[in-house]
């Protein structure tokens, strides 16, 4: 059984460091380090500054503007985390670039709605549609998307794979709601929290809905996107979205597929893939064994 916790073998200078982080987890000192690291790579001077989010206790709520909108978030979990100090991603403006002031666009793990309000925001004359299945996520998400008043914003607390089914979703790192999965290839600690949650098809996902033509399918599920593509294919086929995806071969192989696999699968559906950070083509021969990186599928 795989440790998922980064955080439980940490060197002593790291240790060491984090004592000295600990001085930006109070204010003013949080706020001015906030304010240096905001765009920043994660690699950058002041992101290693920040204090990271298994320093914090639990409940560590902060009220913040990011993007234009206003945010709850809890210092003690990753997602909320990462938005607060919000440091800059390559990833994350290749995926913006894709959605349109009239894109109508399918966000599949959702989490706190990190990505499918500014979708929204972005999409002022379309539609988004963010799945989140875990109850006490979704309800953030929920939170989040009324505190900042956004119409074209549906929230739907199910989750998408291929069949209809009830699953659990194990939380993998207590103070990292992103982690949460579906495992159903690989052995599961029995002692693993988890939430029972039901999984549907995109097409039974999406009735009912303002969607009614996907253009961007963003999907990031922790191991389980080759099911959700499964699930998917029939809105696939008919409406040639582009796909942006979380590939993690590691994560993939829990669940019995396999990054080769779902490459494999959306090139079989007349896609064609690359590399989404350098724009690399990925080909039918390279072997992806071990790969980890999000990938963009855009229709042939």
């Known amino acids: 059984m795989r440790d998922y916790a980064y955080y439980h073998h940490l060197g002593w200078r790291t240790r060491l460091l984090n004592r000295v982080r600990g001085i930006f987890r109070q204010e003013p000192f ?9 765009g920043r790579p ?19 709520w902060r009220t913040a503007e990011r993007h234009g909108l206003r945010w709850e978030l809890d210092l003690s979990n990753t997602n909320d985390h990462a938005l607060f100090f919000d440091p800059w991603f390559p990833a994350d403006k290749v995926l913006f670039d894709l959605v349109g002031p ?10 706190i709605g990190s990505f499918a309000l500014r979708f929204a925001r972005k999409a002022a004359r379309g539609r988004v549609v963010s799945f989140e299945p875990h109850p006490a996520t979704f309800a953030k998400l929920k939170a989040n998307k009324a505190l900042n008043g956004i119409a074209n914003l549906e929230v739907v607390n199910l989750g998408i794979g291929a069949e209809e089914a009830v699953h659990r979703l194990h ?11 579906i495992i159903t290839g690989a ?4 002692s693993l929290p988890y939430a029972e949650i039901k999984v549907v098809p ?34 696939i086929r008919r409406d040639r979205p582009v ?15 396999s990054a080769r ?33 999000d990938m963009v599928f855009r229709p042939v």
């Open 102 to 111: 009239t894109s109508q666009v399918v966000d599949i793990g959702g989490n």
């Open 171 to 181: 939380q993998v790192v207590e103070n990292n709601s992103g982690m949460n999965r």
């Open 187 to 190: 052995e599961v600690d029995p």
């Open 261 to 293: 696999q779902l490459v494999d699968r959306l090139m079989g559906w007349g896609y064609q893939v690359t590399d989404a950070i350098s724009g690399r083509a990925i080909t039918a021969e390279e072997d992806l064994l071990g790969c980890s990186m």
């Open 42 to 60: 994660v690699d950058s001077f002041w992101m290693k500054l920040v204090p990271p989010e298994y320093t914090y206790p639990a409940g560590s």
């Open 202 to 235: 995109l097409a039974k996902g999406l009735a009912g809905t303002a969607v009614s033509q996907v253009d961007l399918l963003k999907i990031d599920v922790e191991g389980f996107e080759d099911a959700v593509l499964q699930g998917s294919e029939e809105i």
């Open 30 to 38: 949080e706020g001015w380090l906030q304010r240096k690291a905001s």
């Open 243 to 257: 796909l942006f995806v979380e590939v993690i071969d590691a994560n993939l192989r829990e669940n019995a597929s």
